[in-house]
């Protein structure tokens, strides 16, 4: 069932837009078995209805779906199928989006669905704000197509040819940077801003299928850390073609574009950030001299963190999230270490408050996600004038979004404000003791208000409406012991078989990510099913959030720079001892750690470090060598590798081969394009170098999101039973009375 429903993410909803007259538009499957995306509305009185159904079009499918559809899907992650996202005109009055590569646009108020000519394959498209139009890149080239007019489709670019595109997102800015996207609209319909991307100056890697010999490998443009990016230009494009450079890089200072943000009643904000990361500029382009005016500079000793919502322009001037300390300029400081909301410079929030994302302005105030508490992500409403402390909207412990209505231009986020006096908010709520999510739409309100059914809110009125949630209840719930462990009070959770009776110590496993830009520990529950799965299975589980991870501040982030091993692997064993201490529960004699992606990373430096701590360990899609990382990320933390070599050389796995005592098990997918299978392959070379046993599992066909079926269910089976075995408890059986979610119960 975990496998065949996504981590029960089939059926949730998702990609929500509250639209100017109170309409919710939202994604979601017809129930928890389907993983179709559909288009779905919810009006005013609450009632739902099915917009758009893929299952209608059956002639159309996902096996067709233009290569850059396929990376970008891979760059965020995402493994339903149907229709995966939409975007609509700014007054809601159409949404468009694509199946199997060809576009669709459909009439919101009459349900009525057409299919534009056009050249297609079709990949981002997006509606002009007015609605006239749709803007959609096809192979390397932007292509636009008006909705009035059956044959007016045509390129509005230069055609792209060879390493050469046009409002693509890079693989950096993709996968790093949180820009997905590589063109914008104006807020006139007039003109677009278009990136214009010259890989050529990028690495070329391929990456072939050992299964299939007879299909030639994929050619990836990779750009590892120390290496050539992506050449990124800028046009502004008249939609009669007539096009102008933008020299958003005049004095060569900036080696990233890393956003644009475009919305009513303002001029476009380019976003610019030095290859080192320590300085970030915000400019103002004048579109019609195309004159960039620098609007504020951020710099930092060691990164400056990009949050794609920062930042956002309103009346009042430039909202931005920044980390206050040790920044230079800021000056009105109350409490060093806190990412803050700033308006053109000036600290709106205090120590209280970890600033996540600004969601939308309603007047004189901020909608803003924040960390209220490490474990805990709430919203917050936050006056702009400073006369009024921030007022927390959600009081019940989870993990709080929201989207506003009426805010920003073609569902990008914006100036602001709502229509009328209470702008709508969907609240997606995720909470510790509850399956699935709630989603309710709310009105922006003053004062403490609540209703019988449902926890208090401030700020918020009674529920409009509410989104259903079809997924699957899962067969087992996972019951997280929430704790701060250890001097450093590190964010933890511990889980225990559910028929656990106290008898006898129970062996370990750590199941950690423990890297930056990623929490385990957050009071949710399907984020933890997993963790208590291979508890139910006799283990004592300990996830633990340590030194580079979000949520407790920039200097506690920031104490993994140029050492991505020591500390992170301090702060698990600190977190061991301090659980082995406090619940004396734990048989430190039988240890094994787990993890993917940084995880994995973590999980083989443990058993090659310290087999005196760990017994056995499981690592997948690990990176072993920092040197074949991309260079957005390991820069960030490790500086450039010709400039500190050290850093590289002190954190490379496959330079530690030699120590490896323990029973290790590397898991890779073969066609992974982010942490490609040579980091798995380098390692198991080293080991075998060295004569140091260890296994290997080749996945065929996988990327780093492993989302077949068959392999997400068998991989849990096959490490509980790696990791049973190399603890001496024998291959795993599974109890008549603890409950599974994997299969039916038993083994497959």
Known sequence: MYARTRRFSVGLPRNISVLSDGRVLFLRSRDGDDPVLCLWLVAPNGQEEIVVDPAELPELGDGELPLAELARRERARESAAGIVGYAVDHDGTRACFTIGGSLFVVDLATGELSEPTIAGPVFDPRLSPDGRLVAYVSGNDLRLVDLASPDSDRGLTAAG?????????????????????????????????????????????????????????????????????AQVELLLVDLDGHQRAIRWDEDGRFEYLAGVVWTAGHDPLIVRQTRDQREVSIATLDPDNLQLSERRVVTDDTWVELIPSSPT??????????????????????????????????????????????????????????????????????????????????????????????????????????????????????????????VAVRPLASGDTADADRPATRGLGAPVAFIEDVSHRP???????????????????????????????????LDPYGGPHAQRVLKTQTAHLVSQWFAEQGFAVLVVDGRGTPGRGP????????????????????????????????????????????????????????????????????????????????????????????????????????????????????????????????????????????????????????????????????????IREALGLGRSVPSPSAPSMVGSGGRP
Not at 478 to 507: H, K, M, W
């Open 555 to 722: 200097e506690w982030e920031r104490q993994v720079w140029g050492d991505l091993a020591t500390p992170v692997l301090e702060d698990q064993l600190a977190a061991l001892d301090a659980a082995a201490d406090e619940f004396s529960v734990l048989d430190l004699d039988r240890v094994a750690i787990r993890g993917w992606s940084f995880g994995g990373y973590l999980a083989a430096l443990a058993v090659l470090r310290r087999p005196d701590r760990f017994h056995a360990a499981v690592a997948g899609a690990p990176v072993t060598t920092w040197r074949l990382y991309d260079t957005h990320y390991t820069e960030r933390y490790l500086g450039r590798p010709d400039l500190h070599p050290r850093h590289y050389d002190t954190t490379d796995l496959t330079a530690e081969a030699a120590k490896l005592t323990r029973p290790l098990l590397l898991i890779h997918g073969l066609a992974d394009d982010n942490v490609v299978a040579a980091h798995t392959l380098r390692l198991s070379t080293a080991l075998l170098a060295e004569a140091v046993p260890h296994r290997v599992l080749p996945l065929s066909g996988v990327t780093h999101m492993t989302p077949q079926e068959a392999v997400a269910e068998n991989l849990l089976w096959l490490q509980l039973d790696f």
């Open 475 to 509: 067969p087992i719930k996972a019951v997280p012991i929430f704790c701060q462990l250890g001097a450093d009070r590190l964010e933890s959770a511990l889980f225990l078989p559910s028929n656990y009776d106290g008898t006898g110590p129970l062996p370990v496993l």
């Open 161 to 229: 040819a060879g390493p050469v595109s046009y409002g693509r997102a890079e693989f950096i800015a993709a996968e790093e940077m949180q820009r997905s996207r590589g063109y914008w609209w104006s807020p006139s319909s007039d003109r677009l801003l278009i990136t214009r991307v010259d890989e050529a100056p990028v690495s070329r890697w391929w990456i072939a299928d050992p299964a299939h010999p007879d299909r030639p490998p994929n050619e990836v443009r990779y750009p590892a850390t120390g290496s050539a990016n």
């Open 313 to 438: 322009p309103c009346e009042r001037g430039l909202l931005t999230i920044e980390d206050l300390a040790p920044l230079a300029g800021v000056t009105d400081v109350a409490e060093p270490g806190r990412r803050a909301l700033l308006l053109d410079g000036r600290a709106l929030t205090g120590a209280e408050l970890n600033v996540r994302s600004i969601i939308g302005v309603v007047g004189d105030s901020v909608v803003c996600s924040a960390w209220t508490s490490p474990s805990e992500i709430h919203l917050v409403l936050i006056d702009l004038t400073g006369s009024a402390d921030p007022l927390q909207l959600t009081t019940v412990p989870g993990v709080h979004a929201a989207v506003i209505g009426g805010v920003g231009s073609n569902g990008d986020g914006g100036d602001g404000s709502g229509d009328g006096d209470q702008p709508l908010l969907a609240v997606t709520s995720a909470r510790p003791a509850t399956d699935g999510v709630e």
